[in-house]
């Protein structure tokens, strides 16, 4: 048997005596004829010689005759929806999963796997033998066929063409000489084909792999990641050794991971890269937006979802809004629906951005008569762009809705290809693809078919699965592609990546409906029929036709150690393991060839992801500055102020020293001090914050920075704003009771009270549902009963608290008169203040919502916590006419117990708190804000001080190791004596 490469010599010489001769190689791939005319073009100039694919040959006998049956192409969505349509029918067994749509796309591939192997109709199997399952499932395949008679698919084109030819309805001559190129015939149908021309054509040959010995060299790698990367280091070194660009060529494993992975290293070492068939539309930028538009509705127009096709989507500048059209702000419309807590649901949408736009409009109001117009201005913008934004998404839902329930394929293909093409820029890549896609699905129309939007989403993804976009030509950078594809090709170098078990050669894959007993009994009397047999005997040839890629060059063999997360081991490939014991004979076994150690020539082991960047040639910039990092640290240099290392790497050296750096919060030597001045008045709440660490009050403070809130991340109403519920119902209560006269003195709520509360409270739970701070519904529930039996209870209490004092809620949420303390201007707003008749006793209340577990280290000799409990000191001046006032804390939910916990003001008291109001500013001015973490709370996995602060990630995750280095360095000790102030010990 002639060999493909002697035989394009062997035409090249036959060109100069008859250049017009026809001659028709047959080949296994485009891209195969591509390169292959290519090869000849560069023997000698050629005329008459043609390159197709044995599907493109059939068409151009057949397709004509099949048309002229009234017969058309089954395109694959008609093929899918009739499968669907099958699978309802199923019975027995297969009947309870019959509605399922994975249950469809697996008969659609058993279906294919019977034509393919021959089976046109169920009078091709034995009658009998057979499981019922799999008797319903060819009962199943007649239906398909039955429906499908209209259309023909690949395997019948090739059926009509091996008629053609061997009736004699076409010209040999045209055709010429016939080669067929390797692997041949994969199915029953070319086999037919195959062997129609073998007798009817004026000459046939079948072509095989030439005999080849290349140079084998191998490549172990820690992981795929690293292995792709090392997969370019060898095309570099290719390149610098003089091989020419397409004589380069990377054949990876059936792992479909790779892809990616090569395409981004590729793309990192700026070397030209040629992925074959092309990338997936469904990895364009184009087509995850219009498939993320199609979800968006299943997705329950999620905040999410929503802003990722806008993010995502190459959109025109303007969108259909309202009446019109609004200037597309993804940017702005994240941050406006992220603010207003929009989760999910087209009435969240609407609600959520209603209320926004009112707490906006009244927010620019208050600023605007405050003098503040910048802010004014800045409340007035943000409502405009919810404005825009829920015009926007008006229409968008509304479109969207209207094509939920089903529609002629028609018709649903044109709405919603208007809609793409509406919101796309018309210059988007690939847009024309993948309308062409959305197009083709209309196809099922000449079934009877139609769309919901669901469908349609499921179909169109297998779509853009399918299809694929190639922007660059072969022969323009190195070829990338799976190792099934390189039947036919030949390159000079070869890298066969990703060849560990299962994917280089692939396994046999499963079948979840069909036992490999059935399948290998149909291949007896049909031996089309893929069994695994079959299945593992082709992916090992194809397998070696990579090899044979290589001709007498070089092939690299690359394998993972490990999977992308490291925990699990992957092996080399039986394949690759053979091919290394030509190298070493002692390598038996693939565990052998795993933990084979480097040997110079022929195999490298990298032991990790660094050791991979720190050797061969450099392919990206991190890599370059890998190596030029270690280098100077091998070699002892320091560097320069002004490199743009010098900031990281000073950090990481001053945080692991003894001394408190300005990397650790001391800012002893900032030249700006008025960065550290307190504003004209401070709550003493964050000054608790310095007692408590101080890096988090430098984090609030001083750099004024806070938590960006993701709504969708909130399963549950947070602490802050449950706490501001529940004051601002009582706030409501209370105040409407003081207006009736109540509560008298000793006089105790009543049943008509406790429902004027809960009424209050559905009032304000409901407008805080409507803001989006809830959270889950499931969870908001549950919230809201929990909240309503804290405040039927808290009535309770209330009753005996005021039966007990003889007191009278009097103020509420009631701003204190600004008093200077220790040089510090105060200011705050306690939440209630109680009177006795006569005024003389007053106790100044301040609810707590959340846990007492931080108040418990209020003691008699500890009435500050240690300098971090500061607010009823200055809460006391609530009630400046009282001649004896008690401050207290007062835990009013059942998780708090219901407990107070007091403070008494008094001399030492007073002394006590300006004592530590002195340490704290000493502190600020000095310019000591220690990352302070706590005890180490392993039930909860965090310190202590950490739990709930909202800086925990952007603080050193060593925080506890380099404090404790640090304790004794005297730049801690500003921070250190607000406590011992505190006690007295200062």
């Known amino acids: 048997m002639p060999d493909v490469f002697s035989t394009l ?41 043609r390159f197709e694919t044995l599907p493109r040959v059939a068409e151009l006998l057949a397709a004509g005759h099949l048309a002229a049956a009234g017969r058309a192409p089954l395109a694959r969505p008609i093929g899918d929806y009739v499968a669907e349509m099958v699978a309802r029918e199923s019975r027995g067994a297969l009947g309870k999963v019959g509605e399922l749509p994975g249950y469809a796309r697996a008969l659609r591939r ?9 089976i046109r109709t169920l009078s091709d199997t ?62 029953a149908g070319a086999a037919e084909l195959l062997a129609a021309f073998q007798e009817r054509a004026e000459e046939y040959a079948a072509l095989d792999e030439p005999v080849c010995d290349p140079e084998r060299m191998f490549v172990l790698a820690p992981d795929p990641a690293s292995e792709a990367r090392e997969t370019v280091r060898e095309v570099v070194s290719a390149l610098a050794e003089g091989v020419q660009i397409d004589e380069i060529a990377v054949f990876h494993g059936a792992d479909r991971a790779y892809r990616r992975l090569l395409r981004e290293a590729f793309a990192g070492a700026r070397v030209p890269a040629v992925p074959l068939p092309g990338i997936p539309l469904i990895e364009t930028r184009t087509g995850r937006a219009v498939l993320q538009l199609a979800l968006l509705p299943q997705n329950n127009f999620s905040r ?27 940017a702005a419309w994240d941050r406006v629906s992220r603010q207003a807590g929009i989760t999910k649901g087209a009435d969240r949408w609407r609600r959520g951005l209603d209320a926004f736009m009112r707490d906006m409009e009244a927010s620019s109001m208050y600023q605007a008569a405050g003098g503040n117009d910048s802010r004014a201005r800045s409340d007035a913008k943000a409502k405009e762009q919810a404005r825009e934004l829920g015009e926007v998404m008006e229409v968008l839902i509304a479109r969207l809705e209207q094509l939920q329930e089903p529609l002629p394929a028609a018709e649903f293909i044109r709405r919603f290809s208007e809609m793409v093409e509406e919101y796309l820029d018309p210059s988007a890549e690939a847009l024309d693809n993948v309308l062409s896609e959305i197009q083709q699905l209309g196809t099922v129309g000449a079934v009877g078919g139609n769309f919901s939007l669901a469908a349609f989403s499921e179909a169109l993804r297998a779509n853009l699965e399918a299809a694929y976009l190639r922007p660059e030509s072969l022969g323009s950078g190195v070829a990338t592609l799976e190792y099934r594809s390189a039947a036919g090709l030949r390159f000079e170098r070869v890298i066969l990546c990703g060849a560990y078990e299962g994917s280089l050669p692939a396994g046999p894959g499963s079948d ?46 690359t394998a993972p150690r490990h999977e992308p997360g490291g925990t699990r081991e992957y092996y080399p490939s039986p394949v690759m393991r053979a091919e290394a014991a030509k190298r070493d004979p002692r390598i038996l076994t693939s565990s052998q060839l795993r933990a084979h150690s480097s040997s110079d020539g022929w195999l490298r082991r990298e032991r990790s992801p660094i050791s991979v960047a720190l050797s061969g040639p450099v392919v990206t910039p991190e890599e370059a500055g890998y190596r030029w990092a270690i280098g100077r640290r091998r070699g002892g240099d320091w560097l320069e102020p002004k490199h743009r290392l010098w900031p990281a790497v000073s950090m990481l050296r001053a945080r692991r020293s003894r001394q408190f750096t300005a990397w650790d919060g001391n800012l002893a030597e900032l030249q700006e001090r ?11 709440t964050s000054l608790e914050n310095y007692g408590v660490c101080g890096f988090r009050y430098f984090a609030k403070s001083v750099l004024g920075l806070y938590p960006v809130d993701e709504p969708e991340e909130r399963d549950m109403m947070d602490a802050a704003s449950r706490g501001s519920l529940i004051h601002k119902i009582l706030e ?50 549950h919230e809201a009963r929990t909240i309503k039996a804290d405040l039927r209870r808290f009535l309770d209490e209330d009753t005996l608290f005021r039966q007990r004092t003889g ?27 109680d009177e006795t008749m006569d005024g003389k006793q007053a106790w100044v209340i301040d609810y707590k919502s959340g846990s007492n577990e931080e108040y418990k280290a209020i003691k008699p000799e500890n009435p500050l916590a240690g300098g971090t409990k500061l607010q009823l000191p200055v809460y006391v001046r609530a009630a400046p006419e009282a001649e004896e006032v008690h401050a207290v804390y007062w835990f009013i939910t059942k998780r708090g117990g219901f407990e107070f916990v007091g403070y008494e003001p008094g001399p030492e008291q007073r002394h006590a708190f300006e004592r530590t109001l002195e340490a704290i500013m000493t502190g600020i001015k000095a310019g000591s804000f220690p990352a302070v973490s706590g005890e180490d709370e392993e039930f909860y996995g965090k310190f202590a001080n950490c739990r709930y602060c909202d800086y925990d990630r952007i603080c050193s995750r060593r925080r506890d190791i380099e404090m404790a280095a640090k304790e004794e360095d005297p730049a801690v000790a500003p921070w250190r004596r607000v406590e011992k102030a505190a006690l007295g010990e200062a």
């Not at 319903?136 to 023909?152: D, K, P, Q, T, V």
């Not at 490999?516 to 009397?525: G, V, Y």
């Not at 893929?530 to 194809?542: P, Y």
């Not at 008298?744 to 409901?766: F, N, P, V």
């Open 9 to 49: 010599k062997s035409l090249a010489a036959a060109r100069r005596l008859d250049p017009l001769a026809p001659v028709t190689v047959i080949v296994p791939s485009h891209a195969a004829g591509l390169q292959l005319r290519r090869r000849l073009a560069e023997l000698a100039p050629f005329a008459g010689v």
């Open 110 to 118: 058993i279906f294919r796997r019977l034509r393919r192997g021959g």
């Open 126 to 187: 034995r009658a009998s033998g057979y499981s019922d399952q799999f008797a319903e499932i060819l009962r199943l395949y007649e239906r398909f066929r039955e429906e499908c008679g209209s259309f023909y698919d690949e395997e019948d084109l090739l059926d009509e063409a091996a008629a053609v030819v061997c009736k004699g309805r076409w010209r040999p001559a045209e055709f010429g000489q016939v080669f067929v190129v390797s692997p041949g015939a994969e199915s």
């Open 304 to 330: 999410t979802s929503a802003l990722e096709f806008f993010s995502i989507a190459p959109l025109r500048s303007h969108l259909p809004a309202g009446d019109g059209r609004a200037v597309a702000l993804p």
């Open 512 to 557: 979840a409906l069909v036992e490999d007993k059935t399948w290998a009994a149909l291949r007896r009397d049909h031996p089309y029929v893929e069994d695994v047999e079959l299945r593992v005997g082709r992916n090992q040839e194809a397998a070696g036709r990579a090899v044979h890629a290589a001709g007498d060059g070089t092939v690299i063999w």
């Open 674 to 684: 008025s960065r550290l001045e307190l504003q004209r008045s401070v709550s003493p």
């Open 732 to 781: 409501r209560f209370f105040q409407a009771q003081q207006l009736r006269g109540r509560p008298k003195q000793y006089e105790a709520w009543t049943g008509d009270d406790r429902e004027s509360l809960m009424r209050l409270a559905d009032e304000e739970l409901a407008q805080a549902e409507e803001r989006g701070v809830t959270g889950l519904s499931v969870y908001s529930m």
């Open 807 to 833: 007191a009278l809620p009097k103020r509420f949420e009631t701003n204190i008169p600004e008093v200077e303390v220790a040089g510090v201007t105060l200011k705050g707003i306690v939440d209630r203040v």
